[in-house]
């Protein structure tokens, strides 16, 4: 597709276990990021990739969430032993490429449950 | 640590009314500014973005959107809202680097909903 198409669009999990959320890009976009957005919060920086420039990890909350990149395309955020805090929309953006002025097109996020 | 205040929550209006929505950014050196909108059931799309010029910047479907330094702010403007303008609109701030470039990341403020009454 055109867009950004992230996967799967809703995730209910049991607390302790770990889960994967993909990403894929606008073909062509070198700059990749992913956010959460929790109920009633605005959007949180968790990580960006650009190119194959290291990934600016310094959002990510704890240990328990990684994030890895292929090439310039498909990524995935891996939360490993789920808490119920990390209940929230997660959500991946990709653009031209830096510097970030320019328009970041958003997928349609992926909604994890932590119960 | 650099932050994006909106002031308002969640905003009520009669179809017709002029919008204010209030952005502020705590940051003292050189920003990339941006509104973005997410319509019911839609994603997150660009509205209107400053980087520099003319501090009066115009977006889609009659938003506009005016950068005033002296004051870090960055507030959202339309003359006349109609009832599709009903969405929740983010603020959001990326710092430009003293050597040129930008900070790769966009730092949002937490939102502001409207509901435009019919």
């Known amino acids: 597709g055109a867009g950004v198409s992230q996967s799967p669009s809703n995730k209910v999990t049991e607390k302790g276990k770990d889960v994967e959320l993909r990403c894929d890009p606008i073909?062509?976009?070198?700059?990749l990021y992913w956010y959460r957005q929790r109920l009633g919060q605005g959007l949180e920086f968790l990580i960006y990739f650009q190119g194959n420039s290291a990934p600016d990890k310094s959002g990510l909350p704890s240990d328990r969430f990684s994030a890895e990149r292929t090439g310039e395309s498909v990524s995935t955020l891996t939360i490993q032993r789920t808490q119920q805090e990390d209940s929230a929309v997660y959500l991946c953006?990709?653009?031209?490429?830096?510097?970030?002025?320019?328009?970041?097109?958003f997928g349609e996020g992926s909604r994890l449950t932590v119960l | 640590a650099q932050s994006v205040s909106q002031h308002n929550h969640h905003v009520i209006l009669s179809e017709a009314a002029s919008l204010e929505l209030g952005c502020n950014y705590s940051y003292g050196g050189t920003v990339n500014l941006f509104w973005y909108v997410q319509y019911p059931g839609q994603h997150l799309q660009l509205l209107l973005k400053?980087?520099?010029?003319?501090?009066l910047v115009k977006g889609i479907k009659g938003f506009e959107a005016e950068f005033i330094k002296s004051k870090f702010s960055f507030n959202l403007r339309k003359p006349s809202v109609q009832w599709s303008d009903t969405a929740e609109y983010f603020c959001?701030?990326?710092?430009?680097?003293?050597?040129?470039?930008?900070?790769?990341?966009?730092?949002f403020g937490k939102g502001t909903k409207l509901s435009v009454k019919p």
């Open positions: 959001a701030v990326s710092l430009r680097l003293r050597y040129g470039g930008s900070q790769g990341n966009l730092i």
């Open positions: 400053y980087f520099s010029g003319d501090p």
């Open positions: 073909s062509g976009h070198t700059a």
């Open positions: 953006a990709s653009s031209l490429g830096a510097p970030s002025w320019r328009e970041l097109f």
